[in-house]
Structure formats: C-alpha cells, structure tokens
C-alpha cells in the first residue's frame, strides 16, 4: 500500500470554503425566493379619510412615501401638495406593519367624471410577495363597490404601464414628465 500525503496550504482551503459557502448561500437564496414566491399573504386592507388617521398612521404614510418616491426614486418634488385632506386614504398591514398604500379620489375631485388613485406604494422589502397587485385589486374594489364609481383615471409612471395593463387600464394620449419620470394617462371602465 502506498500512501500519498497531500498538504494543503491554508489560502487555499480558505478559497475552497468561500467557494462552498457561496454555493450553499445561492442554494439557499433559490429555496427563499422560492417560498416567496409562492407565498399567499392576504394584507388587512383599512380604509380612511385624512380625519380618521391617527398622527402615527399619517407619519408612517409620509415616511413610506418619502422612502419610496423622493429617495428610491431619487425624486425631489413636494410630496405634501394639499390633496391628503380631500383624499381616502388606503393603508395595507401585514402583522401590524404598514406595508402598502394609496390615496384615493372621487370622482370631480382630479379628474372631472373620473374617479383617480396615486402615491400607489409597496416598501421595498415586501414587493416580491406580489403585493402591488392585491393593492391595486383593493383599490379597484373600493372604488368600484365601496364608492360606487364607474371609470378610473390614473396618471402612471410610463414603467408601469403594462402593470396597469393587467388590470384592464388603456393608455391614452402622449408620454408626459412629472416631477421629472416619464408618465401615461391610463383609464379603465368599471
């Protein structure tokens, strides 16, 4: 019997461990993504007028607006434009977190015959459980049968366009620039 002795110098018994443990962290990153995926949250939907917010809820809302629109979106425009006062306001939880919102108009109040929604946001953190979409099935729903409207104008970010698409919105007239992001009129009949 012949033996063979092998001597392994320490830098690269440290690079085979990286190695390994990056292939058990995208393994594992797989299998989150997947649950994720998979995953059926169903957020308590809470519906209120600028009245009925509690002083936290209206700080959350502002904060998780000021998050996504002015700092993800690298947006500097005046977020407080005087129309929270006038609109509902749609506030999503999942385990007490405010996860998810949108303010809500009547209609004749942005657009003539129109009901409207916008500061549509999801926090970061919990887009990949599909939220956006639940957030604007609800938003539909309250408009719909909460306050009995018959068409929905929205002006979207040109990027979500075919978000809004799924949801049976049709694109009309020219791109347009607000606060510096390109943007589409979308209605839908409901």
């Given at each position: 019997?012949?033996?063979?002795?092998?001597?392994?110098?320490?830098?690269?018994?440290?690079?085979?461990?990286?190695?390994?443990?990056?292939?058990?962290?995208?393994?594992?990153?797989?299998?989150?993504?997947?649950?994720?995926?998979?995953?059926?949250?169903?957020?308590?939907?809470?519906?209120?007028?600028?009245?009925?917010?509690?002083?936290e809820e209206l700080y959350q809302i502002l904060q998780k607006r000021q998050d996504v629109f002015i700092l993800e979106q690298n947006c500097?425009?005046?977020?407080?434009?005087?129309?929270?006062?006038?609109?509902?306001?749609?506030?999503?939880?999942?385990?007490?977190?405010?996860?998810?919102?949108?303010?809500?108009?009547?209609?004749?109040?942005?657009?003539?015959?129109?009901?409207?929604?916008?500061?549509?946001?999801?926090?970061?953190?919990?887009?990949r459980l599909k939220l956006g979409k639940k957030l604007v099935q609800e938003i539909i729903r309250v408009l719909e049968h909460?306050?009995?409207?018959?068409?929905?104008?929205?002006?979207?970010?040109?990027?979500?366009?075919?978000?809004?698409?799924?949801?049976?919105?049709?694109?009309?007239?020219?791109?347009?620039?607000?606060?510096?992001?390109?943007?589409?009129?979308?209605?839908?009949?409901?």
């Amino acid at each position: 019997m012949k033996w063979v002795i092998v001597f392994y110098h320490p830098l690269f018994l440290c690079i085979d461990c990286l190695s390994m443990i990056d292939y058990f962290k995208n393994k594992l990153s797989l299998a989150v993504n997947l649950i994720l995926d998979n995953m059926d949250i169903q957020p308590r939907w809470v519906l209120k007028s600028f009245a009925e917010l509690t002083t936290e809820e209206l700080y959350q809302i502002l904060q998780k607006r000021q998050d996504v629109f002015i700092l993800e979106q690298n947006c500097h425009y005046p977020d407080l434009d005087d129309k929270d006062r006038q609109t509902l306001h749609l506030l999503g939880y999942v385990e007490n977190k405010l996860i998810a919102y949108a303010r809500l108009f009547p209609s004749g109040m942005l657009f003539e015959n129109q009901a409207s929604f916008g500061r549509v946001l999801v926090v970061k953190d919990s887009r990949r459980l599909k939220l956006g979409k639940k957030l604007v099935q609800e938003i539909i729903r309250v408009l719909e049968h909460d306050l009995k409207e018959k068409e929905i104008k929205i002006e979207a970010q040109l990027y979500l366009q075919r978000f809004y698409e799924e949801f049976g919105f049709i694109a009309e007239g020219k791109v347009f620039l607000d606060a510096g992001i390109d943007h589409i009129m979308m209605s839908k009949i409901i």
